[in-house]
């Protein structure tokens, strides 16, 4: 060894030095355990050992020259292997057959340029590609599953394939190779490829005991026939099973046998075949489409490729592929455009599609031409802009930038100029999509005009509607599944709530009062079963704060948001409700007042008997006659109960009315001492009067009359003291007040309150504090007449009347005179009536009660004068009619059956218009109603005395035009 050894030379060297220093310590070892263990044995001599450990180093010297002979030899084996593979190099680039190498998934590596000259595919355009896909079907689709039995076995021998030249011509050609792998580089398969199709093949059955070839025809996917000429004599399973035949009854048949009678051009299917059979022999491969048909009748298209087998004229491979789904789909396509063509040419919409790249049209629908006024020829080829369509180019800068971002665009809103100048609004929507390639833009613009239009005009309908709702006097509301979901402002104020959001949400129960619920918890229920579709009733509702609401509601059912719901209408009936209990207590007291007057004249007449008959016994007695007492007790009497018919007189309005135009501050100046009197010491009286005089007219003794029933009954209310307010104002009432006021009307008044701090009333009894004969004093402590009777003062003078009054604070009576323009007049002492003259006249009297009639004669007798009397106008007219003897006074009640007496007085003033009349009666009606103020006849009213009553006949009959 000199120098530097190589690689070999050192593990040989390492090798024959290494096993005899191992041998020997294995020996020494050997021999320290067994003297260890076997002290008992002898130790080996010396000589032992040294020929032992010669003989070791003989056996290192022997394994360091064959380990140097064996590395030469492997040496020499890989130079030579080396070298073999240069030779395969340049073989396979030299050879005179194709070649090719491919990897393990079948991608070609290489090839030689004699592949070129067999395929037509040059190295660059075939390396890298897949094998398989250079094949004609179906080759190509069973390949890998081929290749993969092949791999296995790491060579392929025979493998026939046709392959597709590049001139597209079929080439039939077999593969042989084998698997090469260089150290950690990726395994491969060197291949030749050797052309057959121009060899000749002995027979087909040694093509089909090929195993490939079997694999290939078993399990292809398309019907394989094997025909000699157009004679079937052998096929795959797929075959039967495509055309649901047996094997023995398919052998033999020809095509046309599996076909329908006529192609699709209505062609026989035997006379195709024969043409194709015939251009076969000269094209020697044909691919062609076709009707086939399945022993059941069912007919099926097929895509059909038939090939000569080389070498073998009549013996012809065809491959037959079911293409009814294909065609089925390409039907659907063809329907599938059809319709988007019909959708594009009859859409109403404007409809265009734009090249993506430089925007010019390429093409638009019958709504894009009617819609602008364009025709093909001036849109084809331009751009909108070109057209100048965008009235605003903005909208077209948004168009760009959403369809650069998200490939479309929804309902872009833009403004559009026609051809004709005009602009309409349109809603836009834009897609791209590829169109032969290139990417297009498809545009659907719809005109909006009316829809804006009707927008706008549902903006002012909702504007109008909420104007409504909002500004309704009434509170209107929603409710869904009974929980309100909407109301107006003037719902919530009502229930005391500050804004309609405060209220929405609340459920029903919240907001009816309990007493009231059952009645709408119904109503909802008939309205929900459909029993109604209007209901109208009034409740009682919740307010915030608790408080009760008198309401009146209208309900209905509706639809709102797709749901049914109930909308109401609720109306504050509570100021109603109190102006009807005020119309109702007044309707009451003119009933009352009715009765009482009728009442009253009833009474009057009594009266009128009575005085007349006790003033004729006055007359006839002497003063020491002991009857004239009584006769003086029944006139003291009598007198009582013309006041108390008086005062019903002056409740129901019949009372005669004397007006004057006064001052009530001297007036009420004038009652103080006398109301003093009146009140008691205990009762602390303080009068407040303003200072200006307004005039009022009115009749002074009522107001008198009704000043102090006002402070005797303030007196009783206050039975331990306490203080009486008599307050005087001058006011303007205005029309807000009158609408709050029953009866009241506007315009300058005197207002004169009287107040107390008694006991006051409760409701119940404010509401009957005006009836007549209504009192709250025990029995014989008052006629229940004091208040009814300033209720009639005040209605006679024009004026109207309040109360206000809480118990345990007291009790305020506010009378309203409406102020007089007339000066005040200046008032006369009263003048004693003297006693009746006596006379010898005649006189007619009218009377159609009998007891006033008779009394009355009796006392116009008693003064010497003649009396004829009757008791209706009828009679009173057949007796002047039937006499010539005229008298010189009528005296007629007004109020009579059949003929009133004013009635009769036109009658009789026609016919005998010097003849003076005398009008009594115990209503005051006939007086207010102005016939007899118009007529100028004086007037009595009952009850009146004899005296009073000859005073006024002895007046007339001296001087008729002063009476």
């Known amino acids: 060894m000199k120098g530097q050894m190589d690689k070999a030379t050192r593990n040989a060297f390492r090798l024959a030095v290494i096993i005899p220093l191992f041998g020997m310590v294995m020996m020494s070892v050997a021999h320290v355990v067994t003297g260890w263990l076997l002290p008992e044995l002898p130790s080996l001599p010396l000589p032992y050992l040294l020929v032992h450990s010669a003989l070791f180093v003989l056996l290192a010297i022997l394994v360091f020259f064959l380990s140097r002979a064996g590395q030469r030899i492997r040496d020499r084996a890989e130079s030579s292997l080396q070298t073999t593979r240069e030779n395969i190099d340049d073989l396979f680039e030299q050879a005179s057959l194709a070649q090719m190498s491919l990897d393990e998934q079948g991608i070609v590596l290489s090839v030689n340029h004699h592949w070129e000259t067999l395929t037509g595919y040059s190295a660059s355009e075939i390396e890298g590609v897949r094998f398989a896909s250079l094949l004609v079907r179906p080759f190509s689709n069973e390949f890998d599953e081929i290749f993969a039995e092949y791999r296995e076995a790491g060579r392929i021998n025979g493998l026939l394939v046709e392959l597709l030249q590049k001139s597209h011509t079929p080439l039939l050609i077999e593969l042989y190779g084998r698997r090469y792998k260089k150290n950690d580089e990726p395994a491969y398969y060197q291949c030749l490829v050797r052309d057959?199709?121009?060899?000749?093949?002995?027979?087909?059955?040694?093509?089909?005991?090929?195993?490939?070839?079997?694999?290939?025809?078993?399990?292809?996917?398309?019907?394989?026939?094997?025909?000699?000429?157009?004679?079937?004599?052998?096929?795959?399973?797929?075959?039967?099973?495509?055309?649901?035949?047996?094997?023995?009854?398919?052998?033999?048949?020809?095509?046309?046998?599996?076909?329908?009678?006529?192609?699709?051009?209505?062609?026989?299917?035997?006379?195709?075949?024969?043409?194709?059979?015939?251009?076969?022999?000269?094209?020697?491969?044909?691919?062609?489409?076709?009707?086939?048909?399945?022993?059941?009748?069912?007919?099926?298209?097929?895509?059909?490729?038939?090939?000569?087998?080389?070498?073998?004229?009549?013996?012809?491979?065809?491959?037959?592929?079911?293409?009814?789904?294909?065609?089925?789909?390409?039907?659907?396509?063809?329907?599938?455009?059809?319709?988007?063509?019909?959708?594009?040419?009859?859409?109403?919409?404007?409809?265009?599609?734009?090249?993506?790249?430089?925007?010019?049209?390429?093409?638009?629908?019958?709504?894009?031409?009617?819609?602008?006024?364009?025709?093909?020829?001036e849109v084809l080829g331009k751009t909108s802009l070109d057209l100048n369509i965008w009235d605003n180019p903005s909208d077209r800068d948004r168009m760009v930038e959403s369809l650069s971002r998200t490939g479309e665009v929804q309902n872009l809103e833009a403004n559009f100029a026609l051809k004709d100048g005009s602009i309409h609004t349109g809603l836009m929507s834009a897609k791209t999509v590829m169109l032969d390639g290139e990417p297009h833009i498809i545009s659907i613009t719809r005109v909006i005009d009316e829809v804006k239009a009707a927008e706008q005009a549902l903006r002012e309908s909702e504007k109008k509607y909420r104007m409504l709702i909002d500004n309704s006097l009434d509170g209107i509301?929603?409710?869904?599944?009974?929980?309100?979901?909407?109301?107006?402002?003037?719902?919530?104020?009502?229930?005391?709530?500050?804004?309609?959001?405060?209220?929405?949400?609340?459920?029903?129960?919240?907001?009816?009062?309990?007493?009231?619920?059952?009645?709408?918890?119904?109503?909802?229920?008939?309205?929900?079963?459909?029993?109604?579709?209007?209901?109208?009733?009034?409740?009682?509702?919740?307010?915030?704060?608790?408080?009760?609401?008198?309401?009146?509601?209208?309900?209905?059912?509706?639809?709102?948001?797709?749901?049914?719901?109930?909308?109401?209408?609720?109306?504050?009936?509570?100021?109603?409700?109190?102006?009807?209990?005020?119309?109702?207590?007044?309707?009451?007291?003119?009933?009352?007042?009715?009765?009482?007057?009728?009442?009253?004249?009833?009474?009057?007449?009594?009266?009128?008997?009575?005085?007349?008959?006790?003033?004729?016994?006055?007359?006839?007695?002497?003063?020491?006659?002991?009857?004239?007492?009584?006769?003086?007790?029944?006139?003291?009497?009598?007198?009582?109960?013309?006041?108390?018919?008086?005062?019903?007189?002056?409740?129901?309005?019949?009372?005669?009315?004397?007006?004057?135009?006064?001052?009530?501050?001297?007036?009420?100046?004038?009652?103080?001492?006398?109301?003093?009197?009146?009140?008691?010491?205990?009762?602390?009286?303080?009068?407040?009067?303003?200072?200006?005089?307004?005039?009022?007219?009115?009749?002074?003794?009522q107001v008198d009359q009704a000043i102090v029933n006002l402070s005797i009954n303030a007196r009783d209310a206050m039975p331990t003291g306490g203080t009486l307010t008599i307050h005087l104002e001058n006011r303007a009432v205005d029309n807000a007040s009158c609408y709050f006021h029953t009866g009241t009307f506007s315009g300058d008044h005197v207002i004169l309150e009287v107040r107390d701090t008694g006991i006051g009333m409760d409701h119940q009894t404010l509401q009957k504090v005006f009836d007549p004969f209504f009192t709250t004093k025990p029995t014989g402590k008052g006629t229940g007449?004091?208040?009814?009777?300033?209720?009639?003062?005040?209605?006679?003078?024009?004026?109207?009347?309040?109360?206000?009054?809480?118990?345990?604070?007291?009790?305020?009576?506010?009378?309203?005179?409406?102020?007089?323009?007339?000066?005040?007049?200046?008032?006369?002492?009263?003048?004693?009536?003297?006693?009746?003259?006596?006379?010898?006249?005649?006189?007619?009297?009218?009377?159609?009660?009998?007891?006033?009639?008779?009394?009355?004669?009796?006392?116009?007798?008693?003064?010497?004068?003649?009396?004829?009397?009757?008791?209706?106008?009828?009679?009173?007219?057949?007796?002047?009619?039937?006499?010539?003897?005229?008298?010189?006074?009528?005296?007629?009640?007004?109020v009579m059956p059949e003929l009133r007496g004013t009635e009769l007085a036109e009658i009789v003033?026609?016919?005998?218009?010097?003849?003076?009349?005398?009008?009594?009666?115990?209503?005051?009606?006939?007086?207010?109603?102005?016939?007899?103020?118009?007529?100028?006849?004086?007037?009595?009213?009952?009850?009146?005395?004899?005296?009073?009553?000859?005073?006024?006949?002895?007046?007339?009959?001296?001087?008729?035009?002063?009476?």
Request: hydrophobic share 40%; with cysteine.
């Open 196 to 377: 057959i199709s121009e060899r000749t093949r002995d027979s087909l059955a040694l093509m089909i005991r090929s195993s490939w070839y079997k694999t290939l025809f078993e399990k292809a996917n398309d019907a394989i026939f094997v025909m000699e000429k157009n004679i079937i004599v052998d096929c795959n399973e797929k075959s039967l099973e495509l055309f649901d035949i047996s094997r023995t009854e398919l052998m033999g048949m020809r095509p046309s046998d599996l076909s329908p009678e006529f192609q699709k051009d209505n062609v026989r299917s035997a006379d195709r075949e024969a043409r194709l059979l015939t251009e076969l022999e000269q094209k020697r491969s044909l691919f062609f489409n076709w009707l086939h048909q399945t022993r059941t009748g069912q007919v099926f298209h097929a895509e059909v490729s038939l090939t000569c087998v080389p070498n073998q004229d009549h013996t012809i491979l065809a491959i037959v592929r079911d293409i009814s789904d294909r065609v089925q789909s390409q039907r659907a396509m063809n329907e599938l455009e059809e319709r988007f063509r019909l959708a594009f040419e009859t859409s109403p919409d404007a409809i265009n599609i734009n090249r993506l790249a430089d925007g010019k049209y390429v093409a638009i629908n019958e709504g894009f031409r009617k819609l602008s006024g364009y025709t093909d020829e």
């Open 477 to 701: 509301y929603i409710l869904q599944m009974n929980n309100i979901i909407f109301c107006n402002r003037v719902q919530a104020s009502m229930l005391g709530y500050d804004s309609p959001g405060e209220l929405i949400g609340h459920s029903i129960d919240k907001v009816v009062s309990p007493r009231s619920m059952p009645i709408v918890l119904e109503n909802l229920k008939q309205r929900e079963l459909g029993e109604v579709d209007v209901m109208r009733y009034e409740v009682f509702m919740l307010k915030k704060d608790g408080s009760e609401l008198e309401v009146e509601v209208y309900g209905s059912r509706v639809e709102f948001e797709g749901r049914p719901a109930i909308q109401g209408v609720m109306r504050d009936i509570s100021e109603r409700k109190r102006l009807q209990r005020q119309l109702d207590q007044a309707s009451r007291l003119e009933s009352v007042g009715r009765l009482a007057g009728g009442v009253a004249h009833d009474f009057n007449n009594l009266l009128t008997a009575i005085v007349g008959h006790a003033e004729l016994g006055l007359f006839q007695l002497k003063e020491e006659h002991p009857f004239r007492r009584d006769l003086e007790e029944i006139l003291a009497i009598s007198q009582r109960g013309a006041n108390l018919t008086r005062h019903l007189l002056a409740f129901s309005k019949e009372r005669m009315h004397q007006p004057k135009t006064i001052s009530l501050r001297e007036l009420i100046l004038e009652l103080e001492r006398m109301l003093h009197r009146v009140i008691g010491e205990d009762i602390h009286m303080v009068l407040a009067l303003e200072k200006e005089d307004w005039a009022v007219r009115v009749d002074p003794g």
């Open 785 to 894: 007449l004091g208040l009814s009777t300033v209720y009639g003062v005040v209605r006679n003078a024009g004026g109207h009347l309040q109360v206000e009054s809480t118990p345990g604070e007291g009790t305020a009576f506010r009378l309203f005179f409406p102020r007089s323009q007339t000066a005040v007049e200046q008032g006369q002492e009263a003048e004693s009536t003297p006693i009746p003259v006596r006379g010898s006249e005649r006189i007619l009297l009218v009377e159609d009660d009998i007891a006033v009639r008779n009394t009355l004669i009796k006392a116009i007798r008693a003064y010497g004068y003649t009396v004829d009397a009757v008791e209706s106008g009828k009679e009173a007219l057949d007796w002047l009619e039937g006499t010539d003897d005229h008298p010189d006074l009528m005296i007629t009640d007004v």
């Open 909 to 963: 003033l026609k016919k005998w218009p010097t003849l003076p009349m005398l009008f009594i009666s115990g209503y005051r009606e006939p007086l207010e109603d102005g016939k007899i103020i118009e007529l100028g006849i004086p007037f009595l009213q009952k009850p009146f005395t004899a005296k009073e009553l000859l005073q006024l006949v002895r007046s007339i009959l001296d001087d008729p035009t002063d009476s």
